[in-house]
């Protein structure tokens, strides 16, 4: 079902909020497991589903001791619109209220399941874990890699796409460039107008990567 006006998409966004933010929450500290699009549809709306119902009944106890900051659910139903128009502060800082603790509870929880796990993990490609966060700081990264064909290649990287399936990253090496054919014992500089290097990542079999100013 697709949301048709402004308010039923701020609605819809509203209740499915607390369990976007415990799915981010729990994929820092545990890694992901691949799942179909329904099961993860499913288990988000699960988990707003849970933490917003257990609002609402946290908020009920709030009114039953303090009957003044909370709508009236009973009068709202009778008298509906002409309810909301006289009282819209109240409902919608119940809906304010609502939404605000259900994120809290959904924080809150995953804090409490992550408790003495390791650190955030965050889903990077060993690329971008070699080529950035090892590399040492005003040093240029330079690999020798060897890919399914039987030919090794060596050069300075460039670039590289950074995303975490093999099949979608491509390496981009420039000068100096070398190449080694099978039964070669040395390389082969590449000079003009051989001067860059396109390699997609599933071609690549290994790659040694070292570092120098």
């Given at each position: 079902?697709?949301?048709?006006?402004?308010?039923?998409?701020?609605?819809?966004?509203?209740?499915?909020?607390?369990g976007?933010?415990?799915?981010?929450?729990?994929?820092?500290?545990?890694?992901?497991?691949?799942?179909?699009?329904?099961?993860?549809?499913?288990?988000?709306?699960?988990?707003s589903?849970?933490?917003?119902?257990?609002?609402?009944?946290?908020?009920?106890?709030?009114?039953?001791?303090?009957?003044?900051?909370?709508?009236?659910?009973?009068?709202?139903?009778?008298?509906?619109?002409?309810?909301?128009?006289?009282?819209?502060?109240?409902?919608?800082?119940?809906?304010?209220?609502?939404?605000?603790?259900?994120?809290?509870?959904?924080?809150?929880?995953?804090?409490?399941?992550?408790?003495?796990?390791?650190?955030?993990?965050?889903?990077?490609s060993?690329?971008y874990?070699?080529?950035?966060?090892?590399?040492p700081?005003?040093?240029?990264?330079?690999?020798?890699?060897?890919?399914?064909?039987?030919?090794?290649?060596?050069?300075?990287?460039?670039?590289?796409?950074?995303?975490?399936?093999?099949?979608?990253?491509?390496?981009?090496?420039?000068?100096?460039?070398?190449?080694?054919?099978?039964?070669?014992?040395?390389?082969?500089?590449?000079?003009?107008?051989?001067?860059?290097?396109?390699?997609?990542?599933?071609?690549?079999q290994?790659?040694?990567?070292?570092?120098?100013?």
């Amino acid at each position: 079902m697709i949301p048709q006006t402004a308010a039923a998409l701020l609605a819809f966004l509203a209740l499915v909020a607390p369990g976007i933010v415990f799915q981010n929450l729990h994929e820092r500290r545990q890694p992901a497991v691949d799942q179909t699009p329904f099961r993860e549809v499913s288990s988000i709306a699960l988990a707003s589903l849970s933490f917003s119902i257990l609002s609402v009944l946290l908020l009920a106890v709030v009114r039953a001791c303090v009957p003044a900051i909370m709508p009236d659910p009973g009068r709202w139903l009778r008298e509906g619109t002409r309810y909301f128009q006289g009282n819209y502060r109240l409902v919608a800082g119940f809906f304010l209220a609502e939404l605000v603790l259900a994120i809290g509870l959904a924080t809150a929880w995953s804090w409490v399941r992550s408790r003495g796990r390791a650190a955030s993990i965050v889903k990077v490609s060993a690329w971008y874990h070699v080529f950035r966060e090892l590399r040492p700081k005003g040093t240029d990264t330079y690999v020798r890699v060897s890919i399914q064909s039987g030919v090794e290649h060596v050069g300075k990287v460039i670039d590289y796409s950074t995303d975490v399936e093999v099949a979608d990253r491509e390496l981009f090496l420039g000068e100096p460039l070398g190449r080694r054919l099978p039964g070669e014992r040395d390389f082969t500089p590449l000079r003009v107008p051989w001067r860059w290097l396109i390699l997609p990542g599933p071609a690549i079999q290994t790659g040694l990567p070292h570092f120098s100013r």
